[in-house]
């Protein structure tokens, strides 16, 4: 979740202690409301038994309630739900964009196509590896980013190869694509549900465990009270799994990108040379015959 120290705090957390400290709010909540409706029902019987009249007559409220709950989760977890199909649409676009380029630098002479082409492949390994690394990954980017470099000063040194056969606008464009899709999938990683939403959900839930708790009695309802809480505690975790798209589990398939490597490793460039015109035959060779 963006924000400040709160939200460096909640990041290093893991999902399950997460997810489990969510429910434990809600069951320390629930106690200190059924405590108050016990300590009003001690003081003043008449008033708590007017109270919880009251309470069923007006039942419309606590549904409402119910209401805003499941509004503020779907709410969250359509915006976590939207960044992971986002992520995931990512990876297919950055497959095709390094497939392009790769085809793209065949049009040009030795050594350069040579040289992208292996440039292609270890950036495509990388990222890949990249995508699926959790925890401390600043060696990753940093080998991606001096990739990218690489990429460009192979470029930039084949310049004349791309004026020479006409292809100087496609070759560029196709890896400013590359390049682009770079920043727009870090960009990606980096985005949370901002720490705000977060915080107004856990504080909802522990005021709507506290009226569960005021207002539920006897073991059937606290049992299921406490099989309500779980769920969300549950729905929680999901969502928090989602926010998390370098260290969760439900991270974008990869897929596409395992498709491309595949692809590009099964053709080297010399591949790209069998249908080359070979010498041709010296002309009327047997006409004198």
């Known amino acids: 979740m963006e924000g400040g120290s709160v939200s460096g705090w909640l990041s ?3 999902i399950v202690a997460i997810g489990v400290g969510t429910l434990a709010v809600m069951l320390v909540a629930a106690g200190a409301g059924h405590h108050i409706r016990k300590v009003q029902g001690r003081r003043s019987p008449k008033k708590v038994r007017e109270s919880g009249e009251s309470v069923a007559q007006e039942g419309y409220l606590f549904g409402s309630m119910l209401g ?3 509004l503020l989760l779907a709410f969250s977890f359509g915006m976590v739900l939207n960044r992971y199909e986002a992520r995931r649409e990512l990876v297919t676009s950055e497959a095709n964009a390094i497939g392009t380029a790769y085809l793209r630098a065949q049009l040009l002479d030795e050594p350069h196509r040579s040289r992208l082409s292996q440039l292609l492949v270890a950036y495509t390994g990388n990222r890949i590896e990249l995508a699926n690394a959790g925890g401390d ?6 080998r991606n980013d001096k990739l990218l470099t690489d990429i460009w000063t192979a470029i930039r040194a084949s310049r ?3 004026l020479a056969h006409g292809v100087t606008t496609a070759v560029l464009m196709s890896y400013n694509e590359v390049i682009d899709l770079d920043t727009e999938r870090k960009v990606a990683w980096d985005l949370r549900v901002p720490v705000e939403v977060g915080v107004l959900l856990i504080v909802y839930l522990a005021v709507m465990a506290a009226v569960v708790g005021y207002q539920v009695d006897g073991p059937r309802g606290r049992r299921a009270a406490t099989v309500f809480f779980i769920a969300v505690a549950l729905s929680i975790t ?3 799994d989602l926010n ?3 260290a969760g589990h439900a991270r974008e398939s990869q897929k596409a990108m395992l498709m491309l490597l ?3 490793r099964a053709q080297p460039p010399h591949v790209f ?3 080359n015109a070979g010498p041709k035959e010296p002309s009327g060779s047997g006409a004198g015959q």
């Open 273 to 275: 040379d069998r249908f």
């Open 238 to 240: 999901v969502i928090t």
């Open 262 to 264: 595949q692809s590009l």
């Open 160 to 162: 004349e190869s791309a």
């Open 137 to 142: 990954n600043r060696v990753l980017l940093a």
């Open 244 to 246: 998390r798209p370098m």
């Open 12 to 14: 290093g957390l893991s």
């Open 68 to 70: 805003l709950l499941g």
